[in-house]
């Protein structure tokens, strides 16, 4: 079952010395419900602009992308808001947390934005720094954490107000091996728990490993497609 794809997506930059540079040239995709999709690819292959668009952040020169059968790019800007608010969340490389603020209340605020009270909010913060094995950290604050850490709170940032995918743009690259495969292991239960999609972006090879739908891109375009059942 499909829950976001993308049809016929072209997008283009024209660079400072006014040359045009193709970063998506027709791209299509499906990504499945309830499975770890990933799409991998070396840098500058245009995964990081895939993503953006996918998820509203960005707009394509042409082409469709549709959650749930609604094309995204034809929602009303409150429509918008709320697909961008409430059923998606983002994973970066960089942890991005507000530095000033404990784990915590980083959790927090998001929950709070989307209408919940304070109490409320920090229970639920509280709920979800517990699933990624950081209730012994609550309160401290992005500089008291690892980096292991600073991004366990990240990826329960992602999932503050319970959305249908979290985008992942290489969530494990500023990580060693032992940091990155707890972070592996998270997203599956997260999946499992919470029925998550994730659509996760890696120009490392190794990744390959954590995907159930594989989608391989070069130079703007998908070029093979692993993992997806023919139904
Ligand atoms: P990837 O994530 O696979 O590394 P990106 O989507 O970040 O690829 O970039 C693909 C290409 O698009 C690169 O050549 C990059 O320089 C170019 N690009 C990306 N964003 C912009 C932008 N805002 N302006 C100009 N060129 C861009
Ligand atoms: P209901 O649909 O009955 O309101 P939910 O499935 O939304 O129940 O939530 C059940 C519990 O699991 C709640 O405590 C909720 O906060 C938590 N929960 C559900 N989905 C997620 C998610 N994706 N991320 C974090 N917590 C979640």
């Not at 094309?71 to 947390?97: A, D, P, S």
């Not at 991004?151 to 940032?157: E, S």
């Not at 992942?168 to 998550?196: M, V, Y």
Request: hydrophobic share 40%.
């Amino acid at each position: 079952e499909i829950i976001l794809s993308a049809e016929n997506i072209f997008k283009s930059y024209t660079s400072e010395n006014q040359n045009k540079i193709d970063v998506l040239k027709d791209v299509s995709l499906s990504i499945q419900i309830n499975k770890i999709n990933l799409i991998i690819g070396a840098s500058g292959a245009g995964k990081s602009t895939l993503l953006h668009i996918l998820s509203g952040l960005d707009n394509p020169d042409s082409g469709k992308v549709f959650f749930k059968d609604e094309n995204i790019f034809m929602m009303n800007e409150n429509k918008l808001t709320n697909f961008r608010n409430k059923h998606i969340g983002f994973v970066f490389q960089f942890h991005h947390l507000l530095p000033e603020f404990t784990a915590l209340e980083n959790v927090a605020i998001p929950i709070m934005i989307s209408g919940k009270s304070l109490t409320k909010a920090k229970d639920k913060a509280k709920e979800i720094l517990d699933i990624v094995g950081l209730n012994d950290r609550l309160n401290n604050k992005p500089s008291e954490l690892s980096g292991g850490e600073a991004q366990r709170v990240a990826v329960a940032r992602a999932l503050a107000n319970n959305p249908d995918i979290i985008f992942a743009d290489e969530p494990t690259g500023n990580l060693d091996s032992f940091n990155s495969e707890i972070i592996h292991k998270l997203f599956f239960e997260i999946r499992d728990k919470f029925n998550t999609t994730f659509l996760i972006v890696s120009h490392n090879p190794e990744l390959i490993k954590l995907g159930e739908i594989i989608f391989e891109m070069k130079d703007g375009k998908i070029l093979n497609q692993h993992g997806v059942e023919n139904e």
